[in-house]
């Protein structure tokens, strides 16, 4: 998008947060200083959402721009009704899917507290119940994979929601009918019924959005990893053993294992070119449609693979290493002559002082399992020096 369009935007969405806060300070009557404060805190809100979804290079700025208007202005709407059935759970999560969870929360606290203020409440138990809940809905969201099993991270944020809700408008209050259980309850099913359809649209259109394609380029039958091989024979056998390392270790650091693979089988598919540099290996990405991610893993590799900080990028460069290592030696024809273990513990240990790995996404409980795993297919690895 260009940056004047975008600019256009994020103005025009400022000025709706500013006429929102007007709106809703003249609707429920609040006094010319409450509306400039509520105008102030909107706007400081609006601008820390646009700041983090620049900083992190987020994209879809026309959704994010149009969901945020309306959030705004249903937020001016959402105090004419029962605080207790507020629908800001899954304003929260529609939010994270939309924007991403850092620029998605900062927007939804802002809706949350326009509504908060001009409800004349101003409950801070009103608003930690709702921004609690709407943190979860955000975890919820985050991270769901193709198989979709998101049954206990449903039950776990309709359980959340329930007890906030309890806590906040149902055990303060000595009196109030059933009214008081049944519009909690309401909001309970309402927001399970929304946070269901946003994750089956989040699943659909985000997470399974490339699976297909993950799919194909995963096949040993690819016509790229042909044409790697048709290149070199040696290169072929290369990104195969180094996708067997890479298959075990991303599973030690729960990876998603289509672009696990993917990474490992094209981490060299730029020498189909000539030299595996960016300019080739962008080249390859494009001609076969890569997903965002893996072509943006492969790149960074491609510059410098100690360079790479990403959990992916650090297992493939272990991966890489241990084969390559071997590949030497058989090159060399030099024997075995050390420990298998010491020479994995030795890779990890020239890794670190290279900071190749000290400052890499991996905990040290990953990088510690991961290196177990090494050191236990001594059997491979003999198996390919034989």
Partial sequence: MKRTVKIFLYVSLFICA???AVLGGFVYRLGIVRIAQTVFLILFGTGVSVFT?????AEKTVPYVIAYAAALFASVFFPAIPTSVWPFMPIFAAFTVITGMYAGLSA???CLMLSVILSGNGSITLFFAYMMSGIVASLVVTGIDEEFNVTGRILTGIASLGFLLIWCFVLPSAEGGIAKYV???????????????ILKYYSQRV????????TAL???DCELLKRIRKVSEKEYRHALHVSYFCDRAGRCAGMYM???????FYHRAGLIYGKNDQENMEKVANEYFFPPELKNELLSYAKDKNGVKTKCGSILMLSDSVV???????????PLGMEYSKLIHGIFAAKMKKSALSDCDLSYHEMNAIEKMFVSEEHYFRMMSS
Avoid: H
């Fill in 18 to 20: 500013a006429g929102a």
């Fill in 324 to 334: 390559s290592t071997l590949e030497y030696m058989q090159d060399q024809k030099e």
């Fill in 258 to 264: 289509p672009l696990m693979k993917c990474a490992s």
């Fill in 207 to 214: 997470v399974r959005k490339y699976a297909d394609i993950y």
């Fill in 218 to 220: 995963a096949d040993t």
């Fill in 108 to 110: 939804a606290v802002s």
């Fill in 53 to 57: 979804r620049e900083y992190l290079k």
């Fill in 183 to 197: 519009l909690p309850a309401l909001n309970v099913i309402f927001s399970l019924v929304i946070l269901i359809i």
